[in-house]
């Protein structure tokens, strides 16, 4: 079969999905205008080496914010914050050297590394990020270049080896956070306006870049550096230093990803640049936000870092409004795998390193439903047939294997497919006991699944389909099931 094929369509097929490989090369093959930009994008179009590739098929990940904002909580002398409690020191009514003197209370007693890692991993997380420094400029790991880090709080070690070691041993990947932003380096500003600004700035800047050739040398097992704190008009300016610290990062740590929000093109746009082409190897503006159509992620790799409750990352002892549920988080994961993109769930310990109640419970229905339907997330992308109301589909990027994830069954429990020409749905069954189903053809290309079981179903529920294209060496990609 494979000899039918032209190259195209063979590439494709080891793609796994024609509209995903249409789309990562458009830009290549496209024509453009462009204005010339040194420090713009490098390369257009999806990354395909093999660390890239396992990013891509994570499907599921774990935010953790934690840092001495946890022990605030979201209060100060008991009056309550309701902004993100992170934040906290840029409130008005709270001083800002008594948010800098947190650290001298930071001993959290309750820090369990490989605790937290197998929770991560009994959700069905496939990597991590944590908050190595958040904006504040306060450090979860002993660093030579600050005082204001872990070894002069009470607890005095590292907190991010040990988590690194712990989730490397369950498997999960690990990415660093590292705001640019720091409130406390006396070199930071967030504008340059006189020609001190810039002097002190460059120290500032030789800092960073200290930090985070330290972070890597330190941990050399990290997978990647997710960029945050990176909007300020001073560090806009900082094109071409950020693009050589960009590459000299990558030469430290080969297959290092990096997103789209850690630096600025030549003139100050960030994420995409002035062509409107990807900087960074994701789209990392997915922030609180889903995108709705596969048009919405412009061919690229993205990711969606979520909170439990509306804005809060780092730990808020006192939630207020609307705390998502599992069903509702295991809607945003499909969704983000349905249209190739990553879903990452945010965790904000407590000041004493306690995981809270609220968080626990969730990642323990996610992780139920995932040791079920698993196979519908990882390795799986998007599906272009026409999306139906009942749910999502998405497809195993290696079998070819597509998996119909319902969450609005309809009172009839008949379940709409439509499909491309030529396709034929070979074998129908649920994922959860193997039960099959005879799809009933409505139309040409167009079928009903009938789910008549008197069960009532509990959580979303997987249906695969396994599927043939009709004719041999056509372009069609749906690739035989392997079975
Ligand atoms: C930033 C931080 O300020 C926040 O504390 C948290 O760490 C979060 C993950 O990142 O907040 C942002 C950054 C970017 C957007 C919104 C909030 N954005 O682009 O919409």
Redesign the pocket.
């Known amino acids: 079969m494979k000899k039918l094929l032209c190259g195209a369509a063979l590439s494709a097929l080891l793609a796994g999905s024609n509209a995903e490989l249409a789309v990562a090369q458009t830009p290549k093959n496209t024509p453009r205008t462009s204005i010339a930009l040194k420090h713009g994008a490098h390369d257009l179009g999806k990354r395909t080496d093999p660390m890239m590739e396992r990013w891509r098929n994570y499907g599921l990940g774990q935010f953790l914010?934690w840092g001495v904002y946890a022990i605030a909580g979201g209060h100060w002398e008991g009056k309550y914050y309701g902004g993100?409690a992170?934040?906290i020191r840029s409130w008005r009514e709270m001083p800002k050297d008594a948010y800098d003197n947190l650290y001298k209370q930071f001993d959290p007693k309750d820090f369990d590394a490989k605790a937290w890692a197998k929770q991560a991993k009994d959700m069905g997380a496939k990597y991590m990020i944590i908050t190595t420094k958040?904006?504040d400029g306060f450090c979860l790991w002993p660093s030579e270049f600050t005082d204001y880090d872990v070894s002069n709080s009470p607890y005095k070690k590292d907190i991010i080896g040990p988590l690194v070691e712990a989730y490397d041993a369950e498997g999960i990947d690990v990415y660093l956070y590292f705001s640019v932003i720091d409130w406390n380096h006396p070199g930071y500003r967030s504008v340059l306006k006189t020609e001190e600004d810039r002097e002190e700035y460059e120290e500032f800047k030789e800092f960073t870049k200290n930090q985070l050739v330290e972070l890597l040398e330190r941990y050399p097992s990290t997978k990647g550096l997710w960029f945050?704190?990176t909007w300020d008009a001073a560090w806009k300016e900082q094109a071409a230093f950020a693009d050589e610290l960009e590459a000299e990062l990558r030469e430290m740590v080969p297959g290092l990803i990096i997103g789209s929000r850690f630096r600025p093109d030549d003139y100050g746009n960030r994420h995409f640049d002035s062509n409107g082409d990807l900087m960074g190897d994701y789209e990392q503006?997915w922030?609180r936000k889903l995108p709705k159509t596969i048009e919405d992620v412009k061919g690229n790799d993205w990711d969606c870092?979520m909170t439990v409750p509306e804005n809060q990352?780092g730990y808020h002892s006192d939630w207020r409004g609307h705390v998502k549920t599992s069903f509702e988080l295991i809607e945003m994961l499909v969704r983000s795998v349905a249209l190739n993109g990553n879903f990452v769930l945010n965790f904000g310990p407590n000041g004493e390193g306690g995981i809270r109640k609220e968080e626990t419970q969730l990642a323990a229905e996610i992780g139920d439903w995932m040791d079920v339907n698993h196979e519908a997330i990882y390795d799986c992308g998007y599906l272009d047939w026409e999306k139906q109301d009942w749910g999502y589909y998405t497809q195993d990027r290696k079998t070819g294997k597509i998996y119909m994830v319902v969450f609005n069954m309809p009172l009839n429990g008949a379940l709409r497919v439509k499909t491309p020409d030529k396709v034929k749905l070979d074998k129908v069954y649920s994922l959860q006991d193997g039960k099959k189903f005879t799809p009933e053809e409505i139309h040409k290309n167009e079928y009903f699944i009938h789910y008549n079981s008197e069960e009532k179903i509990k959580s979303p529920m997987v249906i695969v389909i396994e599927s043939t294209s009709g004719e041999e060496g056509s372009d069609q990609v749906y690739q035989k099931a392997k079975t």
């Open positions: 914010h993100a992170e934040w958040h904006h945050d704190g503006g922030e870092v990352w």
